[in-house]
C-alpha cells in the first residue's frame, strides 16, 4: 500500500532592507529641500525665465548649437575611421601620419584652434592649388573659403577626431583576432569580415565613449565664440540677451535648461543604440528605470 506524505510548501519570506527605505527618506527630505529653497527664491527671476525660454533667439541659439554639433561630429567620426584604419596599417607612414595627428590636436586646446582657424585668413590670404614653387592653378580668398562658420566646424571637428580616433582603434582592438584568422582561412572577403565580424562586436566598445563625446560636443560648441562665430549659438544668445537686461541667473538656466534637454534626448538615443549592438549580450548599458525581476534573480 503506497502513502502518501503531504509536502508542505515553503512560505517564501522576502528580505527586508531597512537601510534603503531610510536612504529614500534621507533623499526625499534632501530633494524637497533643494526643490522648496530653488522655487520660493525670489533671486531667481522664474518670470523671467518663462518668458524668454521660448524666445526666437534662444530658439535659434538652439538651432546653430545642434547645427554645430551635428556638423562637427560627422566631420570627427569620418577622419577618425580614416585615421583608425590608419593606425592599424602595415604601412609605417600611415601609422606615423595617425599618431602624428592625434598626438598634436589632443595635445593642444580646443579653444587655441578654434582661435587659429579663426585667424587663418591672416596668415593666408589666398588658398593657392598649384605645383610647388611652380605655376598656380587656382587661387581664392580665404575668407570666402573658409567663413567663420567653416572655420568653426574645422577647429571642433579635427580637435574631436583625435579623440574619436583613438575610440575606434580601440574598438577595433577588441575584436578577438582568432575570429579574423578564421573568417579569412574561410575565405571570407575581408570587406565582409570588417562589415559582418568585427564592425558589429567592435561598435559595443564604440558607441558608449561616442555618445559621451557627443554630448561633450554639444556643449563645446559655446567656445567657438573665439573663431568668432557670431550667428549666436545657445550660450552666446542667452549671455546676450542676459547682458541686455543685466540679469545673468534667469539665462543661465534658460541655457542649462535647453542643455539638459537636448542631452537627455541624445541619452535616449544612445542607449537604444547600446541595446541594438548588444543584442545577446548580457552587460547592456542600463536603463534609468528597470522592470523589477520576476525570476527571483535566476
Known sequence: MMTT???????AVPVRHPGRWVGIVIIAIIVAI??????????????????YLRDVKVIQGVGWTLVLTVAS????????ILLAFMRQSDNPIFRWVSWFWVWFFRGTP???QLVFWGAIAVLYPK???????????????????????????????????????????????SVDKGQIEAADALGIRKSKIL?????????????PPTGNETIGMLKTTSLVVAVPFLFGELTFATTALANK???PIPFLLIAAFWYLLITSIMMVGQ????RHYGKGVDNLSPAPVRAPDMNGGK
Open 271 to 274: 542607449y537604444y543604440i547600446e
Open 245 to 247: 537686461t543685466f540679469l
Open 73 to 80: 561630429m560627422v566631420l570627427a567620426i569620418v577622419l577618425a
Open 195 to 207: 562589415r559582418r565580424i568585427v564592425l558589429p562586436q567592435a561598435m559595443r566598445v564604440i558607441v
Open 110 to 112: 580646443v579653444y587655441t
Open 127 to 173: 588658398i593657392v592649388i598649384g605645383i610647388p614653387w611652380g605655376p598656380e592653378f587656382l587661387s581664392y580668398n580665404t575668407q570666402d573659403v573658409i567663413n567663420f562658420f567653416v572655420a568653426s566646424i574645422l577647429g571642433l571637428g579635427l580637435n574631436e577626431s583625435a579623440y574619436l580616433a583613438e575610440i575606434f582603434r580601440a574598438g577595433l582592438k
Open 5 to 11: 506524505e503531504r509536502i508542505d510548501r515553503i512560505k
Open 34 to 51: 533643494i526643490i522648496q529653497s530653488v522655487a520660493t527664491n525670489e533671486n531667481f527671476r522664474w518670470y523671467i525665465v518663462w518668458l
